[in-house]
T-cell receptor, first 119, second 109 residues
Framework: DAGVIQSPRHEVTEMGQEVTLRCKPISGHNSLFWYRQTMMRGLELLIYFNNNVPIDDSGMPEDRFSAKMPNASFSTLKIQPSEPRDSAVYFC?????????????????FGEGSRLTVL | DAKTTQPPSMDCAEGRAANLPCNHSTISGNEYVYWYRQIHSQGPQYIIHGLKNNETNEMASLIITEDRKSSTLILPHATLRDTAVYYCIVVSGTYKYIFGTGTRLKVLA
């Protein structure tokens, strides 16, 4: 089964440019999370979607950051304009809210991440 | 902010049990304890979770104290591939998976 798919895996851009990171959650999952990871701050929760609706965006650092989820199979995280301090690894994770078969774990499934470098 | 405290690093000999402690003294009655690990720069991977009973799966065991203020993740026979950063998380509500700084476990040959 395909896991959470993120693109691009690596992005190098110059300060001031627009950056768009993409995420395809696992089919059937109705919750989606964006995280950012840096050495200084560790893993930070940026935004949480449930059924394509943003529920909590309190972790989004500034207005330069925006996230959308136009349908159940796609989400974007956009930074405009980008700054060097935005350099980080951005992870997308998805989760089902349904117990399904067996014991419900509430497990988050993470993608491989998008490593962003802003020069 | 993370609601857990973990030692920054630990070493374990290959083949021995790795016992990773976690303090969560402010945990509420309905909050679950989750453990994840992150190998190198990959995305974090779920290991196990629990509420108040001890839990075991194919990867690990989770021991939660009776007062729920702390827990221990046990990897029964650590291998070199278990070298990773291990995160103990108290999940608030339905979605606040707040990762702390974790424990960097190094399994030694």
């Amino acid at each position: 089964d395909a896991g959470v798919i993120q693109s691009p895996r690596h992005e190098v851009t110059e300060m001031g440019q627009e950056v768009t990171l993409r995420c395809k959650p696992i089919s059937g999952h109705n919750s989606l999370f964006w995280y950012r990871q840096t050495m200084m701050r560790g893993l930070e929760l940026l935004i949480y979607f449930n059924n394509n609706v943003p529920i909590d965006d309190s972790g989004m650092p500034e207005d330069r950051f925006s996230a959308k989820m136009p349908n159940a199979s796609f989400s974007t995280l956009k930074i405009q304009p980008s700054e060097p301090r935005d350099s980080a690894v951005y992870f997308c994770a998805s989760r089902t809210s349904s117990p399904g078969q067996g014991r419900y774990t509430g497990e988050l499934f993470f993608g491989e991440g998008s490593r962003l470098t802003v020069l | 902010d993370a609601k857990t405290t973990q030692p920054p690093s630990m070493d374990c000999a290959e083949g021995r049990a790795a016992n990773l402690p976690c303090n969560h003294s402010t945990i509420s009655g309905n909050e679950y304890v989750y453990w994840y690990r992150q190998i190198h720069s990959q995305g974090p991977q779920y290991i196990i979770h629990g509420l108040k009973n001890n839990e075991t799966n194919e990867m690990a065991s989770l021991i939660i104290t009776e007062d729920r203020k702390s827990s221990t993740l046990i990897l029964p026979h650590a291998t070199l591939r278990d070298t990773a950063v291990y995160y103990c998380i108290v999940v608030s509500g339905t979605y606040k998976y707040i990762f702390g700084t974790g424990t960097r476990l190094k399994v030694l040959a």
